[in-house]
């Protein structure tokens, strides 16, 4: 096979919070690929605004630059295990990867994640060691730390053992060969990348692409995006999409769809401009099918010499949630989309481009069970659709069990890893060791900080991360990828508390809250619109309350010096959507807005579910 010389195909991948994406804007800058205004965007490749407020990247994204008469194309992954689905199908386009590790963490355990399956896939490492700017950072250990994590991984040539390194500070805008060099601008590392990545590999068979990525426009329909592996593309040019079957009907025929292609289009810095014709190693979006799943292949019309790539397989789901239509009494004030047809095309339109994700019937049509890669994974979905509109109800996070040959039962673990202020260390691993963590490593991690690694089942990771970022005074930084499964531990401590539950549907007063005060953490505030069946609080007792936080105060003829006391309420306990999901119990649902999170019970009614508990008493008795 032959090379392209005038491509570079690359993508990066780092640790969360390494510099990657700010080290892509800096690139785009270096090389005038922003136009006149655009330069000052920060974090430009993180187009979602989750992925803004978070500080992550969420989904993987093209970009591409010249410089020197060379294409680079960059795409820029996530760095989080929960989006390993988007890593494993970006790195079918490129063939290098550019890794980023901070210059004081050193290479974490995500890097390792996505570096693993780099490995495997024989792909060109170059390293960008950034940050170097940051006091404490150590370079040459940093080197020498990334040399022992790719040595350890099996599988690793000698070629990706001897990677190049640069240094820089991505922040800073600045970059050397070596840190004790005299400071340079960005374009030294877009020498290094011209220089030390290799071109695409390129065939002179028939038109072959295999899609992995794509997008939905409301003008072009579906997008698909991917690299040509061979051959050439033209617009207007007939061309075959091809789906192998799936795992579960394997040995059925794939599907075969004939369309033409109706826009190509290439990407240059944060826009898509239309191309006539790409050729093998072009990374390219074009449009015209009537349906497309990631992995599936786009080849040419004739029969005998199409190529047709295999379906791609990642990580399996370690976690499940049931999503539901929204019957609660306020379903349909706020959302655009409340029935089960629209949330059903929902998640159907989202597993076509999430591959990591599974959808399946339950015994209740309303009612969806929707399994993914962890906490963060299935989170930031739910996020996604309320701000598209939908209105939902979704139950507690549940990890997904198996059972051996012997009948055994065995649960999903993670490799976690937390780095945290030392004085703070020892509250951590009595926190997770009431999780039934294991600690394995616990070392310096520079000046005051310690670096602690415990192996721990996925389920007692459910809401920790808030419960991490207390007790370390948000000194705290985690990190987790999945270890296997293991022997089930048995159960966890449920909630402790039990909740208060409204009697009735009202509007909440300030007389009636601050009685209720006493009975325990009240989650809302005065004139709020309450249900029947709605968790208002948690009681400061292990038993559910019925209690009425809508009663207003009666008015009498009498007065007398006292009898209009001033009230002060506690300000309510305020969730986040992590925090919600880990605190309801399995009767109980988080219902889903665009514009409000409520707690309920699964079962609104009192008297029937007073009967339930009776029932259910009865049985086990």
Same mark, same amino acid.
């Not at 350890?152 to 053992?161: E, F, R, V, W």
């Not at 809401?463 to 207390?470: A, I, K, P, V």
């Not at 009975?519 to 069946?533: A, D, K, N, Q």
């Given at each position: 096979?032959?090379?392209r010389?005038?491509?570079?195909?690359?993508a990066?991948?780092?640790h969360?919070d390494h510099?990657k994406?700010?080290l892509?804007?800096t690139?785009?800058t270096?090389?005038?690929?922003f136009?006149r205004?655009?330069?000052?965007i920060?974090?430009?490749?993180d187009?979602m605004d989750?992925?803004?407020e978070r500080?992550i990247? #969420?989904?993987s994204k093209?970009?591409s630059?010249?410089?020197?008469g060379?294409r680079?194309n960059?795409?820029d992954?996530?760095?989080?295990?929960?989006?390993?689905?988007?890593?494993?199908?970006?790195l079918?386009m490129?063939?290098?990867v550019?890794?980023?590790?901070?210059?004081?963490e050193?290479?974490?355990?995500?890097? !390792?994640?996505?570096?693993?399956?780099?490995?495997?896939r024989?792909?060109?490492?170059?390293l960008?060691?950034?940050?170097?700017?940051?006091?404490?950072?150590?370079?040459?250990?940093t080197?020498?730390?990334?040399?022992d994590?790719?040595a350890s991984?099996?599988?690793?040539?000698?070629?990706?053992?001897?990677?190049?390194?640069i240094?820089?500070?991505?922040?800073?805008?600045?970059a050397?060969?070596?840190?004790?060099?005299?400071?340079?601008?960005?374009?030294k590392?877009?020498?290094?990348?011209?220089?030390?990545?290799?071109?695409?590999e390129?065939?002179d068979?028939?038109?072959?692409m295999?899609?992995?990525?794509?997008?939905?426009?409301?003008f072009?329909?579906? $997008?698909?995006i991917?690299?040509?592996?061979?051959?050439?593309?033209k617009v207007?040019?007939r061309?075959?999409?091809? !789906?192998p /079957?799936r795992?579960?009907?394997?040995?059925?025929?794939?599907? $075969?769809?004939?369309?033409?292609?109706?826009?190509?289009?290439?990407?240059?810095?944060?826009r898509?401009?239309?191309?006539e014709?790409a050729?093998a190693g072009?990374?390219?979006?074009?449009?015209?099918?009537?349906?497309?799943?990631?992995?599936?292949?786009i080849?040419?019309?004739d029969?005998?010499?199409?190529? #047709?790539? /295999?379906?791609?397989d990642?990580?399996?789901?370690?976690?499940?949630?049931r999503?539901?239509?929204n019957?609660?009494?306020?379903?349909?004030?706020?959302?655009?989309?409340v029935?089960?047809?629209?949330?059903?095309? !929902?998640?159907?339109?989202?597993?076509?481009?999430n591959?990591?994700?599974?959808?399946?019937?339950?015994?209740?049509?309303?009612?969806?069970?929707?399994?993914?890669?962890g906490?963060?994974?299935l989170s930031?979905?739910?996020?996604?659709?309320?701000r598209?509109?939908?209105?939902?109800?979704?139950?507690?996070p549940r990890?997904?069990?198996?059972?051996?040959?012997?009948g055994?039962?065995?649960?999903?673990?993670?490799?976690?890893?937390?780095?945290?202020d030392?004085?703070?260390?020892?509250?951590v691993?009595?926190?997770?060791s009431?999780?039934m963590?294991?600690l394995?490593?616990?070392?310096?991690?520079?000046t *005051?900080?310690?670096?602690?690694?415990f192996?721990?089942?996925t389920?007692?990771?459910?809401?920790?991360?808030?419960?991490?970022?207390?007790?370390t005074?948000?000194?705290?930084?985690?990190?987790?990828?999945?270890?296997?499964y293991?022997?089930?531990?048995? /159960?966890?401590?449920?909630r402790?508390?039990?909740?208060?539950?409204a009697?009735?549907?009202?509007e909440?007063?300030s007389?009636?809250?601050?009685?209720?005060?006493?009975?325990?953490?009240l989650?809302? *505030?005065?004139?709020?619109?309450?249900?029947?069946?709605?968790?208002?609080g948690?009681?400061?007792?292990?038993?559910d309350?019925?209690?009425?936080?809508c009663?207003a105060?009666?008015?009498?003829? $009498?007065?007398?010096?006292g009898?209009?006391e001033?009230?002060?309420?506690?300000?309510?306990?305020d969730f986040?959507?992590e925090?919600a999901?880990?605190?309801?119990?399995?009767?109980?649902l988080?219902?889903?807005?665009?514009?409000?999170?409520?707690?309920?019970? !699964?079962?609104?009614?009192h008297?029937?579910?007073?009967?339930?508990?009776?029932?259910?008493?009865?049985?086990?008795?």
């Amino acid at each position: 096979m032959a090379r392209r010389n005038d491509i570079r195909n690359l993508a990066i991948i780092a640790h969360v919070d390494h510099g990657k994406t700010t080290l892509v804007d800096t690139l785009l800058t270096a090389a005038g690929a922003f136009d006149r205004g655009e330069g000052q965007i920060e974090r430009a490749m993180d187009s979602m605004d989750l992925e803004r407020e978070r500080g992550i990247t #969420i989904t993987s994204k093209p970009t591409s630059l010249s410089y020197k008469g060379v294409r680079i194309n960059l795409v820029d992954t996530p760095g989080h295990a929960d989006f390993g689905g988007e890593v494993e199908r970006v790195l079918n386009m490129v063939d290098a990867v550019l890794l980023v590790v901070d210059a004081f963490e050193g290479p974490m355990p995500q890097t !390792r994640f996505v570096t693993e399956k780099a490995i495997a896939r024989g792909l060109k490492i170059l390293l960008v060691v950034n940050k170097i700017d940051r006091p404490g950072s150590e370079p040459h250990k940093t080197v020498d730390d990334t040399f022992d994590l790719l040595a350890s991984i099996p599988g690793a040539t000698d070629d990706q053992l001897d990677f190049p390194v640069i240094f820089c500070s991505a922040r800073e805008r600045y970059a050397m060969v070596n840190p004790e060099d005299e400071r340079g601008d960005m374009t030294k590392i877009l020498d290094f990348i011209v220089e030390r990545a290799p071109g695409p590999e390129i065939s002179d068979g028939a038109l072959a692409m295999w899609v992995s990525t794509l997008d939905y426009d409301s003008f072009l329909g579906y $997008v698909a995006i991917g690299r040509l592996q061979s051959g050439e593309i033209k617009v207007g040019e007939r061309v075959a999409l091809v !789906r192998p /079957p799936r795992r579960e009907k394997v040995g059925a025929p794939p599907s $075969v769809e004939v369309f033409r292609v109706r826009k190509l289009l290439g990407f240059q810095g944060l826009r898509r401009f239309e191309r006539e014709s790409a050729q093998a190693g072009d990374i390219v979006a074009l449009s015209g099918m009537e349906t497309l799943e990631v992995g599936d292949s786009i080849t040419t019309e004739d029969p005998a010499a199409r190529t #047709i790539f /295999p379906r791609l397989d990642v990580d399996p789901p370690t976690m499940t949630m049931r999503f539901r239509v929204n019957d609660g009494p306020f379903a349909g004030r706020e959302g655009k989309y409340v029935t089960s047809r629209k949330l059903a095309e !929902r998640l159907e339109r989202e597993i076509r481009s999430n591959v990591a994700l599974r959808v399946s019937a339950t015994e209740y049509a309303e009612e969806f069970e929707v399994a993914g890669r962890g906490e963060l994974h299935l989170s930031v979905l739910i996020e996604t659709m309320r701000r598209e509109g939908y209105e939902l109800c979704v139950s507690r996070p549940r990890v997904i069990f198996r059972r051996d040959e012997n009948g055994e039962v065995s649960e999903p673990y993670e490799n976690l890893v937390l780095q945290c202020d030392t004085e703070y260390s020892g509250a951590v691993i009595d926190k997770l060791s009431q999780r039934m963590g294991e600690l394995r490593v616990m070392d310096s991690a520079g000046t *005051g900080r310690t670096r602690l690694e415990f192996k721990i089942p996925t389920r007692s990771l459910i809401g920790y991360r808030s419960e991490m970022m207390t007790d370390t005074r948000g000194t705290g930084i985690m990190a987790t990828t999945f270890a296997g499964y293991g022997a089930y531990q048995g /159960p966890l401590k449920s909630r402790p508390r039990g909740v208060l539950v409204a009697l009735e549907t009202g509007e909440t007063s300030s007389y009636s809250l601050a009685r209720l005060q006493d009975r325990g953490v009240l989650f809302v *505030g005065e004139h709020i619109p309450v249900y029947v069946g709605q968790i208002v609080g948690e009681h400061s007792r292990d038993n559910d309350l019925v209690v009425n936080p809508c009663t207003a105060k009666k008015f009498t003829n $009498v007065r007398a010096a006292g009898t209009d006391e001033k009230l002060f309420l506690t300000p309510a306990r305020d969730f986040s959507l992590e925090q919600a999901l880990a605190y309801i119990e399995e009767d109980e649902l988080l219902e889903i807005t665009p514009k409000n999170m409520r707690l309920r019970k !699964r079962n609104l009614d009192h008297n029937t579910r007073r009967r339930d508990a009776k029932a259910s008493v009865a049985t086990s008795g």
